[in-house]
T-cell receptor, first 116, second 110 residues
Framework: AQSVAQPEDQVNVAEGNPLTVKCTYSVSGNPYLFWYVQYPNRGLQFLLK??????LVKGSYGFEAEFNKSQTSFHLKKPSALVSDSALYFC??????????????FGQGTTLQVKP | DGGITQSPKYLFRKEGQNVTLSCEQNLNHDAMYWYRQDPGQGLRLIYYSQIVNDFQKGDIAEGYSVSREKKESFPLTVTSAQKNPTAFYLC?????????FGQGTRLTVV
């Protein structure tokens, strides 16, 4: 079965400092991995994805994520946080292998709080 | 203007009523999804459809029903059998990899 874990309910960082939001996953085939951001009372906005290729993926708004197959992780990172990055972040996975059911499974979400 | 449109933005339901949430997309995507979001519980999959006239139950399908008669439309009906329907409902569509989301419908039981 597919699953995603975001071990931190909240991450607090100071503006200008690097940030990391953690995600680990479990799929039976090759993983397709995604990060989304949600602002209050809004839908989810796509940030970046890993399908295949380079383990370091660059996305919108200066975010990047590192795919680590051995640790089954896909942590979201940004070198310098902004107050405007404060939001709810979701990691998601779908099985890209032969058993692909089309289901997209989300983690519980991590609230990022960037303080001035 | 391309995208996914959910309506209404806010919806109030009386006990025992069925209500239908609309989701329309003009992105020509085959796959569409419905998720429910509750505080602290992330997104849970209700139903999904990979092609017209076909759909599958997600993790929390009880008390919900869907139809997929057109590629553009994937309406969700919250029936009276759903005992705790107050939540934020999100519709999404996908061309095969990432999903794109509508702005959500907040349903409240009054």
């Amino acid at each position: 079965a597919q699953s995603v874990a975001q071990p931190e309910d909240q991450v607090n960082v100071a503006e200008g400092n690097p940030l990391t939001v953690k995600c680990t996953y479990s799929v039976s085939g090759n993983p397709y991995l995604f990060w989304y951001v949600q602002y209050p009372n809004r839908g989810l906005q796509f940030l970046l994805k890993y399908i295949t290729g380079d383990n370091l993926v660059k996305g919108s708004y200066g975010f990047e994520a590192e795919f680590n197959k051995s640790q089954t992780s896909f942590h979201l990172k940004k070198p310098s946080a902004l107050v405007s990055d404060s939001a709810l972040y979701f990691c998601a996975v779908r099985d890209g292998g032969p058993s692909n059911t089309g289901k997209l499974i989300f983690g519980q979400g991590t609230t990022l709080q960037v303080k001035p | 203007d391309g995208g996914i449109t959910q309506s209404p933005k806010y919806l109030f339901r009386k006990e025992g009523q069925n209500v239908t949430l609309s989701c329309e997309q003009n992105l020509n995507h085959d796959a569409m999804y419905w998720y429910r979001q509750d505080p602290g519980q992330g997104l849970r999959l209700i139903y999904y459809s990979q092609i017209v006239n076909d759909f599958q139950k997600g993790d929390i399908a009880e008390g919900y029903s869907v139809s997929r008669e057109k590629k553009e439309s994937f309406p969700l009906t919250v029936t009276s059998a759903q005992k705790n329907p107050t939540a934020f409902y999100l519709c999404a569509s996908s061309p095969g990899t990432e999903a794109f989301f509508g702005q959500g419908t907040r349903l409240t039981v009054v």
